[in-house]
Every structure is written in C-alpha cells, then in structure tokens.
C-alpha cells in the first residue's frame, strides 16, 4: 500500500530495491545502484569523473536483457520533480543503444515495470 507522505529519492529507491532483492531473489544480484550522485566535495568530484563519473546517467541499472532490450535502467523521482538537464540529454542516449529506460516515482510504479520488464522474452 503508497504512503501518502512524500518520502525522500533515497528512500524510494531503497525500499524499491529492498523489494526486488526479496521478491526476484535469482537475479537480487543483477539490479544495482550507479553511484551518480552530485553531492561531492570538489577533490572526490574530480577523482570520480577521472573514474568514469557521468552526470545524469539513471541511479539503478537492471542487468538482465529482456525483449528488444539490453537491460533496463530506473531513475528514481519524487512526484513533481523533474530530470535534470543531463539526464534529458543521457536518457536518449541509452535508449538509442537498446536500454529501456524508465523514470519510476511510486513504489507501486517499479513494482508493475519489474513485472512488465521480466514477462518480456529473453533476447
């Protein structure tokens, strides 16, 4: 049952994840979290960019192909808010290689994706 009360990204994308991890327990491993956060000090900044660091690729990455799809990326959102310009111009990017790409922004929202994506055939 969706709380009312405006939970953080954070803690959308947690019990999210939470919530795959027990219910797809086979591929628990194959979902995880792209640490592409901006709140960095300027040092760890740099050396993240130098690491591969990219702004505005999705917080979470599904390994697992399913249909015409690579595999399937989940930006997490509170209700109202919006992508940010980096993420418009990454989002087109990944899908145009095959990735599916979703923005999710209730917990109900990713549960009914994860169970649209994995009816899907594998590739």
Same mark, same amino acid.
């Given at each position: ?62 390994? $697992? /192909?399913?249909?015409?799809?690579? @595999?399937?990326? !989940? %930006?997490?959102?509170?209700?109202? &808010? ?8 990454? $989002? /087109?990017?990944?899908?145009?290689? @095959?990735?599916? !790409? %979703?923005?999710?922004?209730?917990? &109900? ?15």
């Amino acid at each position: 049952m969706e709380s009312t009360t405006r939970i953080s990204e954070a803690r959308l994308q947690s019990c999210c994840v939470i919530w795959f991890k027990n219910t797809h327990r086979q591929h628990a491993d194959l979902l995880y979290q792209i640490k592409n956060d901006g709140r960095k000090h300027a040092i760890s900044a740099s050396s993240d960019k130098a690491l591969g660091l990219t702004p505005g690729i999705p917080d979470t990455f599904m390994a $697992i /192909p399913r249909g015409p799809w690579h @595999g399937l990326y !989940v %930006e997490f959102k509170r209700p109202g &808010e919006k992508l940010s310009d980096a993420q418009r111009k990454v $989002i /087109p990017q990944l899908q145009a290689q @095959g990735y599916r !790409v %979703e923005v999710v922004t209730t917990e &109900e929202q990713f549960r009914m994706l994860v169970y649209e994506y994995l009816a899907h055939g594998t590739a």
